[in-house]
């Protein structure tokens, strides 16, 4: 699933063609994603203005100037082609069929078109129709937004925060990690980075690095951050699915040193240890045994 990054940077992707932009024409090629198109979901959208365009975790958040905002999640598969009105689409992206990937836009997968008042076609296309739209209206707090923790890369994460928010944690401190309440937007594939620069086991429970003026606590925030600026200037990671809004691949993938590493050697200089997986709360973990306490 896109993590972060990844949806950082198909948020800095659309914001140059929808920012300003009057959305002229929605072309729903189904009643559903992930989840049914709210009812007025067209009469809502067609006819208005995009004013900002910003991101909330792993969400897209298109407010218009009617006061709504738009809620985009890619799910695992989804993705924005912007297709401009001289014709040009910019790299094409790894489509699913050979119809989309001739960039008509009409393959079947392509489930959402955006036509706007310049002339411009942005289409979301998903494969496996995880991803979701919905309308969060004036005066409302969408539910799936309502309970989420600070932003990674606010002023808001510090090490004062992480110390508060794992003080008489016991869960695992990767878990402790990826649970969204407390910091939203952090995903699996850069928690396990994280943690391998701040050498802390993802194993170790979270308290433990809760006590006052823990300097651990604050060295992982500095990484966290540290890591998440790094991917989005390399356009995120692609494993299997994932491109960006113009179809070019992430970069940071390249860039890995334990994530997706299992049995090679540890990158850190001395250590002889070989990077280990295992299973947490379903999902992989890739650590460093020696280095990682």
Known sequence: MPELPEVETVRRGLEPALVGRTVTRLELRRPDLRFPFPPDFRARIE??????LERRAKYILAATDRGDTLILHLGMTGRFTIFRADGRVGVPGEFYDTSAAAGTADGPHDHVVFALDDGTRIVYSDHRRFGMMDLERPGESHPMLAELGVEPLGNELNGDYLRAAFTGKSAPLKAALLDQRII????????????????????RKAGTIAKRNDPRADDLVRHIRDILAEAILAGGSTLQDYRSAEGTKGEFQQR??????????????????????????????????????
């Open 184 to 203: 939203a937007g952090l995903g699996n594939i850069y928690v396990c980075e994280a943690l391998f620069r701040a050498r802390l086991s993802p194993k």
């Open 256 to 293: 890995f040193l334990v994530y997706d590493r299992e049995g090679e050697p540890c990158q850190n200089t001395g250590c002889t240890a070989k990077v280990k997986r295992i299973v947490q709360s379903g999902r992989s973990t890739f650590y460093c045994p020696s280095c990682q306490r």
């Open 47 to 52: 006819g208005a203005r995009v004013e900002r």
